[in-house]
C-alpha cells in the first residue's frame, strides 16, 4: 500500500501541477549549488574536475531524498533551540548561517586569489596540487545547507513525498546537464570566474540573512545576477568581434622595403645623394 501511496499523485490533474510548480522551484533553487560546484570544480584537471562533478551532484541528491524521507525532523529544524538577544533560533537558522558565513569566506578568498594575478602557470600548478577530496569535502558542506533550504522550501509547497521525491530527482538532473556546460563555460571565460565568486558573496549574505530572521526574496537575488550575467556576455560578444577584426593602418616604409615593397626612408635618402652628384 505504501507503494501505490508513493504514486497516488500520477492519477491527480493537481499532483502533476503540483510536481511542475516544485520542479521549477527546485531548479531555480539549484541554481546557487551548480554555480558553486562548477567554481570549486575549476580548480581541478579536467578529468578529476568531472568525476568530482558527479560525486557533488550525487551527494545532493542523496541528502536531499534522505531528508525528505525525514520529515519530522525537517519540522522540528524550524523550532527555536537557543534564543540570543531576545531572538530564537532554530537549527534551520544555524545551518544557513553556518553555510552563509562558509560561503562569504571561500568566495571572498578566492576573488583575493584571482585578483593577486596569478600567471597561467600558477593557475594550471594550483589545478594541478588541488586535493580532490578538499574539493568534494567543500562540495559535500554546501550541498547539506542547501539541501535543508531546498527541502524545507519542498516541505512548506507540497505534502506529497511522491510529488517531493520526484521534483527532487528532475531538478537534480537538470542540474547535471548544467553544471558540466556553466563549468567549461567559466574555463573558457575566466572573468566570468569572478562574477560567478561575486554571486556566491550574495548568496551567502542571503542565506545568513535568512538565518537571522530577515528574509530576501529571491526574486531580487536572482534578477541581479540575471542582469549581471546578461552583462557579461555582452562583454565577452564584444572582445570576441573585437579580436576577431581585422587590423588597417600604414605600413612601416622600413618593414615594406625590407618586405620587397615600397623603398625604405634610407634608401630614399641615398638615392637622393646619387642624383645630386655630377
Known amino acids: 500500500m505504501a507503494e501505490l501511496d508513493f504514486f497516488t499523485w500520477m492519477t491527480s490533474p493537481a499532483g502533476w501541477a503540483a510536481l511542475l510548480t516544485l520542479s521549477a ?38 541528502f536531499r531524498v534522505a531528508l525528505l524521507f525525514t520529515l519530522t525532523a525537517i519540522i522540528r529544524l524550524t523550532t527555536p533551540v537557543v534564543t540570543i538577544l531576545g531572538q530564537g533560533f532554530s537549527w534551520r537558522d ?4 553556518a553555510g552563509g558565513v562558509f560561503l562569504i569566506a571561500k568566495a571572498t578568498h578566492e576573488i583575493h586569489n584571482e585578483i593577486e594575478g596569478e600567471t597561467g602557470h600558477d593557475n594550471a600548478s594550483r589545478a594541478a596540487t588541488a586535493s580532490f577530496g578538499l574539493i568534494v569535502g567543500q562540495i559535500a558542506v554546501i550541498d547539506l545547507v542547501f539541501s535543508v533550504d531546498s527541502i524545507i522550501t519542498a516541505v512548506g509547497m507540497s505534502s506529497d513525498i511522491g ?20 563549468g567549461r563555460f567559466i574555463e573558457r571565460h575566466p572573468t566570468t570566474k569572478t562574477l560567478a565568486l561575486s ?13 537571522f530572521g530577515m528574509h530576501i526574496p529571491r526574486g531580487y537575488i536572482y534578477s541581479a545576477m540575471a542582469f549581471s550575467a546578461i552583462v557579461e556576455i555582452l562583454n565577452i560578444a564584444a572582445r570576441r568581434r573585437k579580436g576577431h577584426k581585422p ?26 645623394v646619387r642624383r645630386r652628384e655630377p
Not at 541554481?31 to 558553486?36: K, L, S, Y
Not at 554571486?199 to 538565518?211: K, M, R, S, T
Not at 593602418?249 to 630614399?268: F, K, L, N
Open 163 to 182: 510529488v517531493m521525491v520526484t521534483a527532487v530527482i528532475i531538478a537534480v538532473a537538470v542540474m547535471y546537464l548544467a553544471a558540466g556546460a556553466v
Open 247 to 272: 587590423r588597417t593602418g600604414t605600413v612601416d616604409p622600413t618593414i615594406a622595403g625590407a618586405m620587397g615593397g615600397a623603398p625604405s626612408r634610407a634608401a630614399g635618402l641615398a638615392e637622393g
Open 25 to 62: 522551484m527546485e531548479i531555480v533553487l539549484g541554481i546557487d549549488n551548480v554555480v558553486f560546484i562548477s567554481v570549486l570544480c575549476a580548480k581541478l584537471p579536467p578529468d578529476k574536475a568531472e568525476r568530482a562533478r558527479r560525486i557533488g551532484l550525487a551527494m545532493a541528491l542523496i
Open 94 to 97: 544555524i545551518i544557513l548561517i
Open 199 to 211: 554571486f556566491l558573496i550574495l548568496i551567502g549574505v542571503a542565506l545568513c540573512a535568512d538565518g
